[in-house]
């Protein structure tokens, strides 16, 4: 029996992208400072994460706006603060400090479904699309994919 290949109505990333309208991605360099991690999300009209990447603009890490939040609204979030962790915050000082490693990602080849579900079962909200040389050129949000899915399929989502 031969296995017939699958056919994915939402197409792939960069079939997503051409049709998207371009936007700006939030993105820092490892050095940045804190104001400029707080300029990068208050510019940000969708995103809720920065990537902060190399000079080459390849990815690094990302800063979850929850993470800054925390870091700088600290008082307002837990009254029995480990010292470590007041220590740590203390010298966090760029981006570099504050991000976290290891994003999930795509890559603009990726099945659009494939990107979906690795969201779902990563609880992610949002991701990096980098090109074949690991650099941010877009991101893409669950919304997005709400959107996507029903221009794709015509169907309401329940």
């Known amino acids: 029996m031969t296995e017939s290949k699958r056919t994915d109505p939402m197409g792939k990333v960069a079939d997503f992208l051409k049709e998207s309208k371009p936007r700006n991605v939030p993105k820092v360099k490892e050095q940045a400072g804190v104001s400029e991690l707080i300029e990068a999300f208050v510019q940000s009209d969708h995103s809720r994460i920065v990537y902060v990447v190399d000079d080459q603009e390849r990815l690094k890490g990302i800063i979850s706006l929850g993470n800054l939040v925390r870091h700088f609204f600290f008082h307002y979030h837990d009254t029995h603060i480990d010292s470590r962790h007041l220590i740590s915050m203390a010298v ?3 981006a570099k400090d504050f991000m976290h490693e290891n994003a999930l990602v795509a890559a603009v080849t990726d099945e659009v479904e494939d990107v979906l579900k690795r969201m779902i079962k990563n ?15 877009a991101d893409l949000t669950i919304i997005d994919l709400l959107k996507h899915y029903k221009r794709c399929t015509g169907n309401d989502l329940l």
């Open 123 to 137: 609880n992610v909200k949002e991701i990096a699309i980098l090109d074949n040389q690991k650099r941010v050129i």
């Open 92 to 94: 966090s000082e760029t």
